[in-house]
């Protein structure tokens, strides 16, 4: 079984672990931040949705994005049946937000109009008001009364972080009570916000209109100290008033009253109880139960799966025959329990282990019996739809699983790739993730005649029509990888392939095609490790080809110790350029975003960095010069994407707009971003230019940060940049990282939502 580093893209997509510190340090020459008591979450705060200059007449007034890319890819959090419709099925996802299947699971499409974040760690149905659904973001508490279709935010004050927040919403049978969990870090901990996490403060609050009003609840026992992490709130649906909250590092508590007063339940749990992490809640008439895994990496594994009256405190342990390791000594344990509703003897439980990552007991945990993944018999794949299969191990870490109310041999489950259904109670699953574009793109490239795109997590996808199919393209059919992230992928002037992409086992690397993506050969300059497995998964490739010479290419980790590399074999070999842009002149945090070569004089190079600017060289690299971009722009130090299409044009994404220089960077002059409201940490990032028309361009910016916010607009010119209209129309995902524009249809990769089209002509 594969391991893979937990690197939760909803607190880092996008961006390296140093990017983060830099935007950090950028934070005090921001613009305003977004307003989250916005009446009308679901409205694109990105731009200000006004045209610069006069409209060109060639965009429709309401464009339709589409999903052009494949499903799944990324953490599922939550699952969830409708108990009236049971047709009716919901996710959420740690990137992309919500979805829902009318269908059974069949098909799926995206619910998010209206959430602020869709870094979603909690979705709960309404047990009074069925079509009410809840949701638990990094930047608050939404509520929906109409099954999801639009979204209002009820308390931007209660964060609930991915794999922090497990179900941190409770809803009592009448509608009317609400409990929610909410953590907070000390300073900015973004890279480890996971239950493993000790730095995390947590904290419970309390509506008992329905999420009008909320009050802070501190009623614990003196010896819950304020601050610790709860990550599992749940009512006891049996009994009215009834509810129970369970603390990392400490125990269970229970309330009588509703959740205003908590009293300790923790009776006949292990005695010490520092390192288990309550992953969740279940209850029958009688019982409550509870599953946990432990914190941290420990050499002997144990099932936590415990049961107790649900009025009287008895906890014991229900965990039977379930293994504490597998065959080679791994650790394994209990993650989601579940109880029949129709039979309390008959509990599912979803396991962290191997090779039966489902149990099955009608006993009431005295024997449970385990679906094996071996022999590849109880798992089918829906390989058409998740053609990533080689990338990721598809039963890592299940997250959540539901029971079927109406029909309880009907089961759902979510894990780090995909949503899965079985009809037998667990003897077998079929994944079921159409419609589901849940992971982050990062580049796209159009050959002519096929689509390539870089990913988190899934690396490198190719499709001839994106909207119909995806096939992976790195790592190679039926070769398990340790690759971690696809970061940038150009085409040389003969046709020959190059992809950036780093790993969690060493340095980034580079990988080479010569056959239109069918096989690759690592062709790797010499990037130097971080020592960090965390910060080497992390750290982004980006990869320029000289457009007249086939055998140059160019290659640069983000770093700014690695600078960038050239190759002038093909790949063969790479030479470190002796001059290297903002080598240290400002900060040694300096981060490589971009490269071009300009086509009219392939000694010019241009290279686009966080904190230093845009700096250009006319000599192949011996010397370098700092644009004129930071003296006209009023923050210009942040530099996007860079594209030189020919005739000495040259187009800057920027920290505040789009630039232009028609003297092949010599001078720049600010093209879009002046009447453009920008929310704090958005930026311009991403540029396509027509090859067929100049002077067709497109432009997005996105938020950087938070990593979980969503402000973001996409742009369109057709006078080479003299006026410019909003196309951000009805894309719900505006995160945008990269442009790709082909046969009429504009692409957008995006982070969280894979890649979308809209129609241009």
């Known amino acids: 079984m594969k391991t893979h580093l937990l690197i939760h893209r909803s607190l880092l997509v996008g961006l390296s672990v140093l990017s983060m510190v830099v935007l950090h340090a950028c934070s005090a020459s921001s613009t305003s931040p977004p307003d989250t008591t916005n009446p009308d979450p679901g409205a694109n705060t990105g731009g200000n949705g006004a045209e610069t200059g006069n409209d060109n007449g060639t965009d429709t007034a309401n464009g339709t994005w589409e999903p052009a890319g494949f499903a799944g890819g990324g953490l599922f959090t939550k699952v969830a049946v409708d108990p009236g419709l049971p047709t009716t099925v919901y996710a959420a996802s740690d990137v992309s937000g919500v979805y829902r299947s009318d269908d059974g699971g069949e098909t799926w499409s995206s619910k998010s109009t209206g959430l602020l974040s869709h870094a979603t760690a909690d979705l709960v149905i309404d047990p009074f008001d069925h079509k009410r659904i809840w949701a638990a973001t990094a930047l608050g508490l939404f509520r929906s009364d109409d099954r999801a279709e639009s979204w209002v935010a009820v308390n931007t004050h209660l964060a609930a972080y991915v794999l922090v927040s497990f179900q941190s919403i409770a809803v009592s049978n009448d509608g009317q009570t609400v409990l929610a969990t909410t953590h907070r870090g000390e300073g900015d901990v973004f890279f480890e916000n996971d239950y493993r996490t000790a730095i995390l403060t947590g904290g419970l609050q309390r509506s008992t209109n329905g999420g009008a009003n909320w009050d802070e609840i501190a009623s614990f026992p003196a010896t819950y100290p304020v601050g610790t992490r709860f990550p599992t709130v ?315 010479n086939p055998n140059t290419i160019y290659a640069v980790n983000r770093l700014a110790t690695e600078g960038i590399y050239r190759s002038i074999d093909g790949g063969e070999s790479w030479t470190k350029l002796s001059s290297q842009p903002a080598s240290g002149t400002s900060t040694e945090l300096s981060q490589f975003e971009s490269l071009a070569v300009d086509p009219d004089d392939p000694k010019r190079l241009y290279a686009g960095t966080y904190w230093d600017g845009l700096w250009y060289s006319t000599n192949g690299g011996e010397s370098w010069a700092l644009s004129n971009v930071n003296d006209v722009a009023a923050e210009g130090a942040l530099i996007g994407e860079i594209v030189a299409p020919s005739g000495g044009v040259v187009w800057a994404a920027a920290q505040d707009g789009v630039y232009k220089s028609s003297d092949h960077g010599e001078n720049y002059k600010p093209s879009l971003g002046a009447d453009v409201a920008l929310a704090e940490f958005e930026y311009f990032v991403a540029i396509a230019v027509n090859a067929a028309d100049p002077n067709e361009v497109f432009a997005a910016s996105s938020q950087n940060h938070p990593v979980f916010g969503l402000n973001g607009s996409v742009w369109h010119t057709t006078d080479g940049g003299d006026s410019w209209t909003d196309i951000s129309d009805d894309l719900v995902h505006t995160r945008v990282t990269a442009l790709e524009y082909a046969g009429g249809y504009l692409y957008a990769g995006i982070e969280g939502a894979n890649v979308f089209r809209r129609k241009i002509r």
């Open 234 to 548: 749940q009512f006891d649906p049996f009994h009215d008033g009834v509810a129970f909250l369970a603390v990392s590092g400490h125990g269970i508590l229970r309330s009588a009253d509703g959740g205003s007063t908590w009293t300790d339940f923790s009776a006949g749990l292990p005695s010490d109880r520092s390192d288990l992490a309550w992953r969740s809640l279940a209850f029958s008439t009688t019982s409550v139960l509870a599953a946990a895994t432990q914190l941290h990496p420990v050499e002997d594994g144990a099932p936590y799966v415990y049961r107790s009256d649900s009025s009287s405190v008895d906890w014991r342990s229900i965990a039977g025959n379930l293994p504490p390791t597998d065959s080679t000594g791994v650790p394994q344990s209990a993650v989601v329990v579940r109880v029949s509703p129709v039979n309390s003897k008959d509990i599912h439980l979803a396991y962290a282990g191997w090779p039966s990552l489902f149990y099955e007991s009608d006993d009431a945990g005295t024997t449970w019996q385990g679906t094996s993944v071996e022999g590849g018999r109880a798992y089918v794949f829906d390989t058409d739809a998740t053609p990533f299969q080689n990338t990721w191990d598809p039963f890592n870490d299940f997250i959540d699983l539901a029971i079927d109310s109406t029909n309880p041999d009907r089961l759902f489950a979510t894990n780090w790739v995909s949503i899965w259904r079985s009809t037998d109670r667990g003897g077998t699953w079929q994944e079921k993730v159409r419609g589901t574009q849940n992971t982050v793109c990062t580049d796209i490239l159009f050959t002519g005649s096929e689509f390539f795109a870089t990913h988190w997590d899934t690396v490198l996808q190719r499709a001839t029509d994106p909207s119909q199919s995806w096939s992976e393209s790195l790592p190679l059919a039926g070769s398990p990888s340790d690759l971690a992230h696809g970061w940038s992928i150009v085409r040389a002037a003969n046709g020959v392939l190059f992809v950036g992409v780093s790993s969690e086992n060493g340095p980034p690397r580079v990988y080479r095609s010569s056959d239109e993506g069918t096989t690759w050969k690592e062709r790797s300059p010499h990037f130097a490790s971080t020592g960090d497995a965390f910060a080497d998964a992390s750290t982004r490739v980006t990869m320029a080809a000289d457009p007249t």
